[in-house]
T-cell receptor
Framework: AQTVTQSQPEMSVQEAETVTLSCTYD???????LFWYKQPPSRQMILVIR??????QNATENRFSVNFQKAAKSFSLKISDSQLGDAAMYFC?????????????FGKGTRLHILP | GAVVSQHPSRVICKSGTSVKIECRSL??????MFWYRQFPKQSLMLMAT?????????EQGVEKDKFLINHASLTLSTLTVTSAHPEDSSFYIC????????????FGDGTRLSIL
C-alpha cells in the first residue's frame, strides 16, 4: 500500500523568506501523481501544485515549486518570498495513475506559520 | 475553474438525529465524488468513493449503514449520517472529479458537524 510521510508537524518562516516543506512517499507503482494542498483556517482544500511522476521537470506555480526526486521518493515544496497569506496547513498527497481506484492518499500535514 | 459546493457548512443537532450533507459540482459533471472525514489537527481520511448510478465503495472500517451515500446524478452526491452521536462530530469534506486520468479532484468547503 502507498504511504505519504510528512516529518515536519510545524514550521515557521519569516515573511519574505523561503521555506521548504518535506514529503516522502512509498509506492511500488511507476506512474502516479503527487500534489501539495493548502488548507487555510477556512478549512477549504486548495490545490497548490501537481507533479506527474513521468515528468522529470519539477513543477512550478509562481512562488511555489517542487523538488521531485523519483528515485528517492521525495517531493518537497519550496515557497519563495513567503507571505502572511501562506500561513496554513499543507498536505502532501499521492494518487495512482495506474488503476481506476484513484483515491488520494494524504500525509499528516505540516502547519506553516509566517512570522511578520 | 471547477467549483464544488457543499451544503450545509455547519450543522449542530441533537444525538439521534440523521443529518444529510450535499455535495454539488456546479459547472462540471462529476463521474466520481469522494467523501472525507477530518478530525481536528489531523489529515483527511477517505470514507468512501461515490460513482454516479452505482453503489459507493467504502473504505475499511467505515460503516456503510451509518454513513449512507447516494450519487443520483452527475452533479450531486449526498452523505447522510444516520442516528448521529457525539463521536460522529467531525469535519466532512467532499471532492469531485471529471472523468479519469490526470484530472484533479476539486474540493468542497466542508461541513462541520457537531452532535450534542
Amino acid at each position: 500500500a502507498q504511504t505519504v510521510t510528512q516529518s515536519q508537524p510545524e514550521m515557521s518562516v519569516q515573511e519574505a523568506e523561503t521555506v521548504t516543506l518535506s514529503c516522502t512517499y512509498d509506492t511500488s507503482e511507476s506512474d502516479y501523481y503527487l500534489f501539495w494542498y493548502k488548507q487555510p483556517p477556512s478549512r477549504q482544500m486548495i490545490l497548490v501544485i501537481r507533479q506527474e511522476a513521468y515528468k522529470q521537470q519539477n513543477a512550478t506555480e509562481n512562488r511555489f515549486s517542487v523538488n521531485f526526486q523519483k528515485a528517492a521518493k521525495s517531493f518537497s515544496l519550496k515557497i519563495s518570498d513567503s507571505q502572511l497569506g501562506d500561513a496554513a496547513m499543507y498536505f502532501c498527497a499521492y494518487r495512482s495513475a495506474m488503476n481506476r481506484d484513484d483515491k488520494i492518499i494524504f500525509g499528516k500535514g505540516t502547519r506553516l506559520h509566517i512570522l511578520p | 475553474g471547477a467549483v464544488v459546493s457543499q451544503h450545509p457548512s455547519r450543522v449542530i443537532c441533537k444525538s439521534g438525529t440523521s443529518v444529510k450533507i450535499e455535495c454539488r459540482s456546479l459547472d462540471f459533471q462529476a463521474t466520481t465524488m469522494f467523501w472525507y472525514r477530518q478530525f481536528p489537527k489531523q489529515s483527511l481520511m477517505l470514507m468512501a468513493t461515490s460513482n454516479e448510478g452505482s453503489k459507493a465503495t467504502y473504505e475499511q472500517g467505515v460503516e456503510k449503514d451509518k454513513f449512507l451515500i447516494n450519487h443520483a446524478s452527475l452533479t450531486l452526491s449526498t452523505l447522510t449520517v444516520t442516528s448521529a452521536h457525539p463521536e460522529d462530530s467531525s469535519f466532512y469534506i467532499c471532492s469531485a472529479r471529471v472523468g479519469t486520468g490526470n484530472q484533479p479532484q476539486h474540493f468542497g468547503d466542508g461541513t462541520r458537524l457537531s452532535i450534542l
